[in-house]
Every structure is written in C-alpha cells, then in structure tokens.
C-alpha cells in the first residue's frame, strides 16, 4: 500500500474559493480512482492562497485482476458471427469453453485482466479532473488553452515517492515546490506527505487551513487583551483573511482620535471591506481606537514598519468616510426623496419612489394591527426608509443602508422611534437574524417586505426550484417571524390585497384575489420549514392550512400546538384511527352507491344502543366545538373532539355499518361522515401522518 500526494502550485487563489476547491479536488480524485477499481485507507485535502493539496493514504500499487465472461454465438453458428466475437474478445477458437445452457451449446471466453497500475490511473484521474475543475471563474494565460483559477507555476505529484507525470498545459508534474513567496521562496524535493509537510512549516508556510484560522485567533485575541479590549467576533472576515495569508502574524495599529466621531458601523465597515482589517471593542461594547492587520510577513521590527504603512492606508480610507459623513448631514433625509424616483425598484414595478409610496400607506394601515404603532409616525418612518439610498455613505457602502439613515434622521431631528424604525426595517434578514419589536420598526418591516411579495407574484417573478433572484423566501420568513413572534393577529388574506390595490392603475394585471391566495400557499409552505426546524411536524401544518380559511398566523400556530398535544394523547390517537375508519368507510361506500352521505343523521332511525349514544354525544359535543372554536381556545376544542373516543370505539365494536336493511345502513354511515364533518371543524385529519 502507498501514498498518493499532489500540489498544485498557482498565483493566488481567491479567498472565498477556496475551501469549496479543496472540496472538489478530493471528490473527483477520489471518486475517479473508485471508478478504477482502486480503494484506499484515507484521504485528506489542504488549501492555502498558493496551493491546493491532497494526500492519499493506502492505495495499491495496481488495480485488483478482473476476470470477465462472454457468451458468444452458438455452436455450429455462421462463420462470420464466430469472427466478430473472436476479434472482440482477442482470443483464438480452441481458447473459448463451450458450455451447454439447457437452451443449446455456447461458445463463452473466459477474459482475465491484469490489474492496472495505480500510476497510470492517477495520472489519467488527476489531468480529467485538472481539465474539468469547476471553478466558478478561471483563466487562460499567456498562450495556453487551459483553463485555471489563476496562473499555473508548478504540480508536484507523487506515489510511493516516485514521480507521477502529470501534465497540465505547459506544466510536467516533479517532486519539487517551494515555500512562503518572500519568506523562504526557495525550491525544496520532497519525498512524501511526512517530508512535504515538514518542509512546508519550515518554509514558512501553514498548510492546514484550519491551523491558520486558530493561529489567527489565537494571536488576535491576545494582542486584544494586551491592548485591554476585545477583539469584535467576525466569522466571515476570519474566514477571508485565513484564505490571504500562508504564514499568519497579527499586528495592532492605532485609530486616529479625529475619526472616532464617526458612527462606529462607519469605520468597522470601512476597516472590513477595504483592509480586511478586525475590530476592537472597549468593555461598553463600543469601539476602541485600534484595529488589528493580519500580515503574511514576519519582520525584525515586531511589525512596525508594516504597522506605520496600514495606518496610512487607512487614514486615508477613513479620511473619505468622515467626508461622506459630513456631506451627507448637509442635506435632510427627506430632502432626498425625490432623487428615488432616479432609482428604479424592478423594471415591471415602478421606481423606488413608488415603492416606497405603497410602504408609507401600507405601513399606516398596518397600524391598526400593531399595539401602540402611532399611525403618522409608522407612515413617515416607510416614508424615509429608503431615503439613504441616495447618500455618499450608502453608495460607498451599501451594506449600511437603513443603519445611515437612522444616524442622519436623528442628526434632522425626527424621533428616536422613526429613526430606529429606518435602521431596522430590513429585518430579519435571515434566520438567525433577531426580529424587530418597536411597533414602528415592525410596521416599516413588513410594509417593505409585503409589498415586494406582492407585487413579484403578481407579475409571476417567483421563487423556482433553488433559486430566488428577488430573496421572496427570506422576506416571507421574514413576514412569518415579524408577525408569529410578536403575536400580531394580522389577517394576512386582506393586507395582501389591500397591499395590492396601492400598485398604480395598470402595473399589476393579476387578480389581487389570486395572489394572495398563492401567497398563502407561499407563506404555508415557508411556515412548514419554519416549524420543521423548530421541530413541528409539517403534517399538523398541512392538517391545519387544509382547512382553507387560516390566515391569521398566531391562530393557526396555536392551532397547531393544540393538535399536537391532542394527537400524543390516549384519546387522540385512538380518535385519529377511528376517524380513519369511518373517512375509509363512507368513501368506499358514497362510491359505490354514488352518492354523498353528508348531513345529518336521522336520530329516530338509530336502532343499537351504541348508535344512539354515538347521536346523542354528537351534537353536544359539536355545540362545545362551536363555542371553542368561536372563543380561539383550542385545547377545549380538541377536549370536545375527545368525547366522542369512548361512543366512537364502543360503535364500531357493537355496531355492523353495512346493515342488510338499506334505510338503516345509510342512517349510519350518515352517522360516520358527521364524525369527520365535526373533526374537520379543527383540521383535515386526513393530512396526519402516522
């Protein structure tokens, strides 16, 4: 058994490809071997910005022998058949077995392959997947027709330490790499994972991405300490800047004092995008005048000059935030309104004017739904949510929109109510993204995100299969958890057509009837996800929504929740099985007989004790329903539901449905449907699992 090691050596790989191509490359490697027979004890996969490398442990130094049979023609049969299958076999006449197979005597070969190198295999599987790697963007250099990430500089490709002659473009693999760019640039031989990886590290190169990641972190998190602050969590930047770096050391420069007036998201912001650099937090959680570079160097200084060099790179940076700070305040927020109309929200639904428009009408009137939501203030946080579109800030930043125009609507003077409202209107933004609970911020949040709803349904823009260009499944969740978590009894069925009617004359053709009702189906569907992830079993959903009349969230839920502790009851599930028995029963007899049995049963006709009692806890029981259901207590419904347990089982043991007397049996099977008419009341049962 031997070991398999490749390295390809290139210019530097995008950061945010490359833990996907590290991925790829032990898939198709791997699953190509497989595909030539060949097995192997483990296989390990590495990126840096440089290289990609994979490590194969255990494989053969040949694939396994294989012996292959074919049945050929007939004894006796034509000479010609005979030549074709011996020039496919590659065997002579006298090297074939004849064989009786009951149904006449055959000629078969009996083909025994070698098994094939490891080698030859290797290097077939690694230039296929070379040649087919799915990079989401590559390149051509120079005069080659090859595609990579970027410019190749070297393979190193080795089994049982000799050579695999890998051949990709201009580049023959060797036994030969190098280390850090600067650091140790020179080249070194290797002779296996073992001496590469050794070599590596003394090269000044750290091979294990996650090695580099805790490296940095680690280093991070003491020079914080050592400055007396804390470094600022941010998972996505450590993962960016483990793919920039191949031999990690983390410095700690100094923020200028006359930029700190500048809102804190400003310069964490303006620090992230364009230096990559982290955050520190003093012990109030607000930002400390350093920031910290993590440099791919090691210096004789302890970093200064590198230090004194990102400084001024970022005074400069800093310099144009507060400039667009400052020009901004010069002008009002609503000011700018009318620059919106410049900015178009989607081709076939008006600008972003427009937009916003609907959201101030629609906020107003979601007003009435929102406990202490003051109808003006709700109209004119919708009104200036978009307004910071068109400043300097959000145009060199975009990531800051709303959180800027709650900085300038404070710096105009509107309530602290309206300026939260701004800033937070965008939320949630996903699923770990907590939900606003400010009354205004809620209105102004699901104004935004039902209006888009509805007007990219209504022009037939949905979510297909895996993609969701407009982001419709995060603002329906979003919608969903605005209105579930702060217990809003919206009535989802008339806010979508009135959100409808704000659309101007002749933009939506679509009924507005029509679209609300697929957006329920849509809302329905995000919920199932919703709660499945909350552990909720999506059949309680379906059995609940079934019911057609459901768009009042909260009460849906509870709904839900009522249904589920009722079903893990005694009574429950025994219910469950017998309305399945009487649902089974009057379909396969309405049928058969053509007809519905819906309707009431004729009491006077009831003849068994059992069925009589079965009439008599019928219609107290649907009374209780009645006035559960009619109050929104939902336990008590499923407490009426759990009445009819005992009468229902004590029917179906005493009582023959199919009774020889025709006025009779369709009395009782009468009797049956109102069984399911009156659980049907709560949910369609027949949309339980289990």
Same mark, same amino acid.
Request: hydrophobic residues 45%; glycine residues 6%; charged residues 25%.
């Given at each position: 058994?031997?070991?398999?090691?490749?390295?390809?050596?290139?210019?530097?790989?995008?950061?945010?490809?490359?833990?996907?191509?590290?991925?790829? /490359?032990?898939?198709?490697?791997?699953?190509?071997?497989?595909?030539?027979?060949?097995?192997?004890?483990?296989?390990?996969?590495?990126?840096?910005?440089?290289?990609?490398?994979? %490590?194969?442990?255990?494989?053969?130094?040949?694939?396994?022998?294989?012996?292959?049979?074919?049945?050929?023609?007939? %004894?006796?049969?034509?000479?010609?058949?005979?030549?074709?299958?011996?020039?496919?076999?590659?065997?002579?006449?006298?090297?074939?077995?004849?064989?009786?197979?009951?149904?006449?005597?055959?000629?078969?070969?009996?083909?025994?392959?070698?098994?094939?190198?490891?080698?030859?295999?290797?290097?077939?599987?690694?230039?296929?997947?070379?040649?087919?790697?799915?990079?989401?963007?590559?390149?051509?250099?120079?005069?080659?027709?090859?595609?990579?990430?970027?410019?190749?500089?070297?393979?190193?490709?080795?089994?049982?330490?000799?050579?695999?002659?890998?051949?990709?473009?201009?580049?023959?693999?060797? +036994?030969?790499?190098?280390? @850090?760019?600067?650091?140790?640039?020179?080249?070194?031989?290797?002779?296996?994972?073992?001496?590469?990886?050794?070599?590596?590290?003394?090269?000044?190169?750290?091979?294990?991405?996650?090695?580099?990641?805790?490296?940095?972190?680690?280093?991070?998190?003491?020079?914080?300490?050592?400055?007396?602050?804390?470094?600022?969590?941010?998972?996505?930047?450590?993962?960016?800047?483990?793919?920039?770096?191949?031999?990690?050391?983390?410095?700690?420069?100094?923020?200028?004092?006359?930029?700190?007036?500048?809102?804190?998201?400003?310069?964490?912001?303006?620090?992230?995008?364009?230096?990559?650099?982290?955050?520190?937090?003093?012990?109030?959680?607000?930002?400390?005048?350093?920031?910290?570079?993590?440099? +791919?160097?090691?210096? +004789?200084?302890?970093?200064?000059?590198?230090?004194?060099?990102?400084?001024?790179?970022?005074?400069?940076?800093?310099?144009?935030?507060?400039?667009?700070?400052?020009?901004?305040?010069?002008?009002?927020?609503?000011?700018?309104?009318?620059?919106?109309?410049?900015?178009?929200?989607?081709?076939?639904?008006?600008?972003?004017?427009?937009?916003?428009?609907?959201?101030?009408?629609?906020?107003?009137?979601?007003?009435?739904?929102?406990?202490?939501?003051?109808?003006?203030?709700?109209?004119?946080?919708?009104?200036?949510?978009?307004?910071?579109?068109?400043?300097?800030?959000?145009?060199?930043?975009?990531?800051?929109?709303?959180?800027?125009?709650?900085?300038?609507?404070?710096?105009?003077?509107?309530t602290p109510a309206v300026a939260d409202a701004i800033a937070g209107h965008y939320a949630p933004q996903g699923p770990s993204d907590s939900v606003p609970t400010a009354p205004l911020t809620i209105c102004a949040a699901l104004a935004d995100k039902i209006d888009s709803l509805v007007g990219f349904f209504a022009i037939d823009e949905k979510p297909t299969g895996s993609k969701d260009p407009?982001?419709?499944?995060?603002?329906?969740?979003?919608?969903?958890?605005?209105?579930?978590?702060?217990?809003?009894?919206?009535?989802?069925?008339?806010?979508?057509?009135?959100? @409808?009617?704000?659309?101007?004359?002749?933009?939506?053709?679509?009924?507005?009837?029509?679209?609300?009702?697929?957006? /329920?189906?849509?809302?329905?569907?995000?919920?199932?996800?919703?709660?499945?992830?909350?552990?909720?079993? @999506?059949?309680?959903? +379906?059995?609940?929504?079934?019911?057609?009349?459901?768009?009042?969230?909260?009460?849906?839920?509870?709904?839900?929740?009522?249904?589920?502790?009722?079903?893990?009851?005694?009574?429950?599930?025994?219910?469950?099985?017998?309305?399945?028995?009487?649902?089974?029963?009057?379909?396969?007899?309405?049928?058969?007989?053509?007809?519905?049995?819906?309707?009431?049963?004729?009491?006077?006709?009831?003849?068994?004790?059992?069925?009589?009692? /079965?009439?008599?806890?019928?219609?107290?029981?649907?009374?209780?329903?009645? @006035?559960?259901?009619?109050?929104?207590?939902?336990?008590?419904?499923?407490?009426?539901?759990?009445?009819?347990?005992?009468?229902?089982?004590?029917?179906?043991?005493? %009582?023959?449905?199919?009774?020889?007397?025709?006025?009779?049996? %369709?009395?009782?099977?009468?009797?049956?449907?109102?069984?399911?008419?009156?659980?049907?009341?709560?949910?369609?049962?027949?949309?339980?699992?289990?």
């Open positions: 058994m031997a070991e398999l090691l490749l390295e390809i050596f290139s210019e530097e790989i995008p950061a945010r490809m490359q833990a996907r191509a590290a991925e790829d /490359l032990l898939r198709m490697v791997t699953e190509g071997l497989g595909k030539n027979g060949l097995t192997f004890d483990g296989a390990r996969s590495y990126v840096t910005p440089r290289r990609l490398v994979l %490590v194969i442990e255990g494989l053969p130094t040949a694939g396994p022998d294989v012996s292959e049979e074919k049945r050929g023609p007939r %004894v006796g049969a034509p000479e010609q058949a005979m030549a074709g299958f011996l020039s496919s076999t590659g065997m002579a006449l006298e090297q074939l077995e004849k064989r009786d197979t009951g149904k006449g005597e055959f000629y078969f070969a009996i083909i025994n392959k070698k098994g094939r190198p490891t080698v030859d295999a290797a290097k077939e599987v690694i230039e296929a997947a070379m040649a087919d790697f799915p990079w989401p963007k590559s390149q051509r250099w120079g005069t080659e027709t090859v595609r990579w990430v970027r410019p190749l500089q070297s393979i190193l490709c080795l089994f049982a330490g000799a050579v695999v002659p890998v051949s990709f473009g201009p580049i023959t693999a060797g +036994n030969v790499s190098r280390g @850090h760019r600067f650091l140790a640039p020179a080249d070194f031989t290797v002779t296996d994972f073992a001496d590469y990886s050794t070599k590596l590290a003394a090269a000044k190169v750290v091979l294990d991405p996650v090695e580099r990641r805790h490296a940095i972190l680690r280093q991070a998190e003491e020079a914080a300490a050592a400055a007396g602050f804390a470094l600022r969590a941010d998972d996505g930047l450590l993962a960016e800047v483990t793919g920039l770096v191949e031999y990690p050391n983390v410095m700690i420069g100094v923020i200028d004092d006359k930029f700190m007036a500048v809102p804190q998201e400003v310069l964490i912001t303006s620090m992230r995008s364009h230096q990559k650099y982290f955050s520190l937090l003093k012990a109030d959680g607000s930002l400390a005048p350093r920031f910290l570079v993590v440099s +791919n160097m090691e210096t +004789n200084d302890n970093g200064a000059a590198i230090t004194a060099g990102n400084q001024r790179v970022l005074r400069a940076r800093l310099s144009d935030a507060a400039f667009f700070w400052d020009t901004d305040r010069k002008q009002r927020l609503d000011s700018r309104l009318p620059k919106l109309a410049e900015r178009l929200f989607y081709a076939k639904l008006g600008t972003m004017a427009d937009k916003v428009e609907r959201m101030a009408i629609l906020a107003r009137h979601l007003t009435a739904f929102v406990e202490a939501a003051h109808a003006d203030e709700a109209e004119r946080a919708a009104r200036l949510a978009k307004a910071d579109l068109s400043t300097e800030m959000v145009g060199e930043f975009p990531e800051l929109q709303g959180i800027m125009g709650r900085y300038y609507a404070l710096n105009d003077g509107e407009f982001a419709l499944r995060r603002a329906a969740l979003g919608v969903i958890r605005l209105v579930v978590e702060n217990n809003l009894r919206l009535p989802l069925f008339a806010v979508l057509q009135f959100a @409808h009617s704000l659309y101007k004359p002749g933009v939506l053709s679509a009924d507005p009837r029509m679209v609300a009702n697929d957006l /329920l189906d849509f809302f329905a569907d995000r919920m199932k996800v919703h709660l499945k992830e909350k552990g909720v079993r @999506h059949d309680l959903v +379906n059995a609940i929504f079934a019911l057609g009349d459901e768009d009042d969230l909260v009460r849906l839920l509870a709904r839900v929740d009522a249904l589920a502790d009722f079903l893990s009851s005694d009574d429950g599930s025994n219910l469950l099985i017998a309305y399945r028995r009487a649902a089974n029963i009057v379909k396969i007899e309405e049928k058969k007989d053509g007809t519905s049995f819906a309707g009431p049963a004729d009491v006077s006709r009831l003849k068994e004790p059992e069925e009589q009692a /079965l009439g008599q806890a019928l219609a107290p029981a649907r009374d209780a329903l009645a @006035h559960a259901l009619k109050a929104e207590d939902f336990a008590d419904a499923m407490a009426a539901l759990a009445q009819l347990r005992r009468p229902v089982d004590a029917f179906f043991d005493k %009582v023959t449905v199919n009774a020889d007397q025709a006025e009779l049996r %369709v009395n009782r099977l009468k009797l049956l449907a109102e069984i399911g008419a009156a659980m049907g009341e709560v949910a369609d049962f027949s949309k339980v699992e289990g």
